[in-house]
């Protein structure tokens, strides 16, 4: 049996759950996600918790805890939100957001867009060195995140490119010249 699928998930304050079958809806005071659980998976809400249970821990076994992981985080979302922030380094490396895209420009002949999803919310601080995402979804925010970094991963020579903010970048010593 998983360990983490056997944890109940403790409901925030002014978050409701409404569970039909294999589907699980969380709606809080940010907004509402829905989950379809695997078969063999059930769902059920007790004095403020969400127990996730196993038919046969043999074949879905592998679904139970990622089904309790996956309600928690939209509990947290609909409640907290989530965030990313990503660092910008580099000479003339910058971001500006126009409504819903991110320009970035990287050093390259034209700047790379980046088209902002719906339920996710952008913003540019600091000059535009650094890019803060937003949003209830972990799942995007996480992945619109990773998007813009894989423009320009940093490089452990010099920093330069886009970071997370607290990410260590390990760096290379340079040529060494005799």
Known sequence: MSRIGKEPVKLAEGVSVSI???KVTVKGKLGELSYT???GITAKEEAGKIIVECDDDKAHGNFHGLARALINSMVIGVSAG???????EGTGFKAVLKGKELALSLGFASPKIFTVPEGITASVENDGLQVTIKGI???LVGECAARIR???PAEPYK???IKYV???IRRKQGKKVA
Request: proline fraction near 0%.
């Open 20 to 22: 039909a079958g294999q």
């Open 159 to 161: 920093g330069k490119g």
């Open 150 to 152: 894989s423009y320009y």
């Open 137 to 139: 979804d972990k799942q």
């Open 82 to 88: 989530y965030q990313k922030q990503l660092s910008i």
């Open 166 to 168: 607290g990410e260590h």
């Open 37 to 39: 659980m695997h078969d």
